[in-house]
Antibody, heavy 124, light 107 residues
């Protein structure tokens, strides 16, 4: 059973780089795509991108020029804990949103489970 | 990009009533549609995958149907905890997209 826990800075200034990390507990790291999805306040959901366990990323064309997703197979804590990260460069107020990490099984087309979400506010 | 249009935007119902939510796609998705429930301050929760399969621990009052471009989420006999926002989602056409959501509110 996969569980996701995410963290990162919640307040940024315009032009800074958003950086979030999601730790994966349990399940199979190799049988899932690891995704980032965001939700502006009061609005709907936008898929940002995903990465495989091998480190091959796919990005939403609308954000591709500014986003990068990477995977860290192991952490110093445990060989059974994995992490993946999101970086979004040159943020503006339009990037203010709750950012979620999520898991997608390689044989399916749905996101489950989701991380707890991180509100990132961009303000000068 | 596949656009998912959900209707209605807001559905006002009383507990015990049936809710019928629609998701229409701009391109054929076969049965590759998922539905999520989101409550205020919470992450989305998977309800239905592959158009009609209930996710683990989802009550039987939730059901999904449809194929191609028209999909429906039905909630039989609304419980108080079912009042929330519901999203449909696809990953057949790149990039993955979500509908804009339907809010089910207490009448």
């Amino acid at each position: 059973q996969v569980q996701l826990h995410q963290w990162g800075a919640g307040l940024l200034k315009p032009s800074e780089t958003l950086s979030l990390t999601c730790t994966v507990y349990g399940g199979s790291f190799t049988e899932n795509y690891w995704s980032w999805i965001r939700q502006p306040p009061g609005k709907g959901l936008e898929w940002i991108g995903e990465i495989s366990h091998r480190g091959s990323p796919n990005y939403n064309p609308s954000l591709k020029s500014r986003v990068s997703i990477s995977v860290d197979a192991f952490t110093h804590r445990s060989p059974f804990t994995h992490q993946f990260s999101l970086k979004l460069r040159s943020v503006t107020a339009a990037d203010t949103a709750v950012y979620y990490c999520a898991s997608l099984w390689v044989g399916g087309n749905w996101f489950d489970p989701w991380g707890q979400g991180t509100l990132v506010t961009v303000s000068s | 990009e596949a656009v998912l249009t959900q209707s209605p935007a807001i559905l006002s119902l009383s507990p015990g009533e049936r809710a019928t939510l629609s998701c229409r796609a701009s391109q054929s998705l076969s049965t590759n549609v998922a539905w999520y429930q989101q409550k205020p301050g919470q992450s989305p929760r998977l309800l239905i995958y592959d158009a009609s399969n209930r996710a683990s621990d989802i009550p039987a009052r939730f059901s999904g149907s449809g194929s191609g471009t028209d999909f429906t989420l039905t909630i039989n006999s609304l419980e108080p905890e079912d009042f929330a926002v519901y999203y449909c989602q696809q990953r057949t056409i790149w990039p993955p997209t979500f509908g804009q959501g339907t809010k089910v509110e207490v009448k």
